[in-house]
């Protein structure tokens, strides 16, 4: 069953630094999506994206937030200057239309230090 | 802004004994309410979409069942592999799921 799939499982960085979460959305899919969990918190929308653009974002993601998709599969949320507060597990998800059920990946449990 | 809300926050029962968790929403024209499974360490896990009151959805041991102000995950005879989160999401016009707290469930042998 075709999955979407998430690199790495776990990143440690230092407060200040540039890190960049990777993504395998599902290859039929044409909805990307980034959300984040905080430990013991909701799951909160980050941003979608469709048809190479932004189509929605959040106030979570500012100015230090960009995505991308640099080729046909991969999909990449990165963190210009990582802060404490930013440390969650980031879930990467796809879906086949906009209104319909998500494919989420395992995530990336990120540790700002 | 749309809010969702899910009660018990915590449940824990025991093998055999069914229960319901709740999920109560206010989203402006709902397009979708979801509910997903989420283990520990892991992302959602999709088990069903409700798209009007009244529709009800059954997979196994649960049934989904959907009202104009609220979703139900009914959970019949459980398992202690049906320990999970249960996670509730609606879709409004912002075409963005908005996801609840959970409701973490624990079945004990």
């Known amino acids: 069953e075709p999955e979407v799939t998430q690199t790495p499982s776990h990143q440690v960085t230092q407060m200040g630094q540039e890190v960049i979460l990777r993504c395998v959305p599902i290859?039929?899919?044409?909805?990307f999506y980034w959300y984040r969990q905080i430990l013991g918190q909701k799951v909160e929308f980050l941003v979608s994206?469709?048809?190479?653009?932004?189509?929605?974002k959040s106030e979570i993601f500012d100015d230090q937030f960009s995505v991308e998709r640099p080729d046909g599969s991969n999909f990449t949320l990165k963190i210009r200057s990582t802060k404490l507060e930013d440390s969650a597990m980031y879930f990467c998800?796809?879906?086949?239309?906009?209104?319909?059920?998500?494919?989420f990946g395992s995530g990336t449990q990120l540790s700002v230090l | 802004e749309d809010q969702v809300t899910q009660s018990p926050e915590a449940l824990r029962l025991q093998e055999g004994e069914s229960s319901s968790l709740n999920c109560s929403y206010t989203v402006s024209g709902l397009r979708g309410l979801f509910w997903y499974r989420q283990d520990p360490g892991k992302g959602p896990e999709f088990l069903f979409t409700?798209?009007?009151a009244g529709e009800e959805k059954e997979k196994e041991r649960l049934k989904a069942t959907l009202t104009k102000k609220e979703s139900f995950l009914h959970i019949t005879a459980p398992k202690p592999e049906d320990s999970a989160t249960y996670l509730c999401?609606?879709?409004?016009?912002?075409?963005?799921?908005?996801f609840g707290r959970g409701t973490s469930l624990i079945v004990h042998p």
């Open positions: 999401a609606a879709l409004g016009g912002s075409y963005i799921p908005t």
């Open positions: 998800a796809s879906s086949v239309l906009g209104n319909e059920k998500l494919f």
């Open positions: 290859s039929n899919h044409l909805y």
């Open positions: 994206f469709y048809n190479n653009e932004i189509s929605e």
């Open positions: 409700l798209y009007s």
